[in-house]
């Protein structure tokens, strides 16, 4: 009976020694922390069919990095506040940040561009303004500041892009938007089927309704998120659907933005002059406009479209009504899939800057009166300070 009585206080002290240690090696603990936030886990995402997480859609602002101030602009005088307008034979570059190895697509290798090269997507017509898809290298020649460069790469062929739609949310565009949302699929339908697609839906602010995307319907809902009310930031919608773009595409891949509008800016933060220098860089994007120009708009609303497009490669498009937009979102769709690549290491190096007016000539003796269209210049070494 001695011995049981001293067992057991034994006992009583060894398991009381035991719990004391509990927190100290490791033993579970209730979620009973104070600050810590919530102490169970959330749910994971809801899965999709494929087995890939599926959060919940939800509406992204689109918000325009800072830029340089207008004054630092006025200020710097190495390059033209307002550039010239791009004439028949002008070019778009995008340099390549470091340089890759050369790869293989589709069973085709593709040589990969070097470092300092710029990259030309150059359009080339007939006097009836018909594609010529069949030239070669030698047929063309490439100026940068009226010096010719030499060729470091070339390519003719359809290459999967990243596309933003931007599409005019305003209060004027509410009736139009069902003809407009209807041609952004079709060229959507009629483009490369590995494009990456995005959409924004702008009135006084840019808002990312659908990002990279080659699924149809997620494109239409996008579209379908219509609150046409208030003014109208074209430019500040450019601006930060250029710098999505160069943030977020591969460096050597084509960019390009299509813009539908009924009406000039009202209501952005960035002028004219300032978008264009933001997106007229090495590595920005190709914008074709589709401006559905009411006459009190018609001025203005023609120079500011003609110039975003004019100096970034593109075309700018003047409808009548609505019914003409589905032809010509079709006619943008088979512009990018019918261009040259062509490659150059600038002579003077891009790290000294400044602006660099660049032209494209070709010459064959198989046609007569051939126009170039591309990007008319280029901001040099501005890709890094766009895409921080």
Do not use: C
């Not at 339908?189 to 995307?213: C, E, G, H, I």
């Amino acid at each position: 009976m001695l011995r049981v009585n001293k067992i057991v206080p034994l006992a009583l002290l060894l398991g009381l020694i035991l719990w004391a240690m509990m927190p100290a090696t490791g033993a579970p603990q209730q979620s009973t922390n104070i600050g810590q936030g919530n102490s169970v886990p959330a749910p994971p995402p809801p899965m999709s069919a494929g087995g890939e997480s599926t959060p919940p859609p939800q509406e992204q602002q689109i918000q325009p990095l800072p830029g340089a101030p207008a004054s630092q602009d006025a200020q710097d005088s190495s390059v033209p506040p307002n550039p010239p307008l791009n004439q028949p034979g002008d070019t778009v570059q995008v340099p390549q940040q470091g340089q890759a190895p050369d790869s293989q697509e589709g069973g085709v290798f593709v040589f990969k561009k070097e470092v300092e090269e710029v990259t030309l997507h150059a359009t080339v017509v007939d006097e009836r303004q018909r594609p010529i898809t069949n030239l070669n290298r030698g047929d063309f020649v490439v100026f940068e500041n009226g010096q010719p460069q030499k060729i470091t790469s070339f390519r003719q062929g359809d290459v999967p892009v990243a596309l933003g739609i931007l599409v005019d949310n305003s209060g004027s565009m509410r009736d139009k938007r069902p003809a407009v949302n209807q041609a952004a699929l079709n060229l959507v339908r009629a483009s490369n089927p590995k494009d990456q697609v995005f959409v924004v839906n702008f009135n006084q602010t840019p808002y990312l309704d659908q990002d990279y995307t080659d699924n149809i319907n997620l494109l239409k809902d996008a579209l379908n998120h219509i609150d046409s009310r208030g003014g109208t930031a074209l430019y500040d919608a450019i601006v930060a659907s250029a710098e999505h773009l160069m943030k977020t595409a591969p460096a050597d891949q084509k960019k390009v933005l299509l813009l539908v509008t009924d009406g000039e800016d009202t209501a952005s933060i960035d002028t004219l002059e300032q978008a264009v220098r933001k997106v007229a860089v090495d590595g920005g994007p190709t914008i074709y406009t589709i401006g559905i120009l009411g006459s009190e708009r018609e001025k203005h609303g023609r120079r500011a479209l003609r110039t975003l497009a004019e100096q970034t490669g593109g075309v700018a498009f003047f409808p009548k009504d609505t019914t003409e937009v589905d032809d010509i979102s079709r006619q943008v769709a088979h512009d990018i899939r019918n261009q040259y690549i062509i490659g150059y290491k600038p002579s003077k190096p891009q790290r000294s800057g400044g602006y660099r007016t660049v032209k494209v000539e070709v010459h064959s003796s198989a046609y007569k009166h051939l126009q170039v269209r591309t990007r008319s210049g280029y901001y040099a070494n501005e890709t890094r300070r766009a895409a921080r």
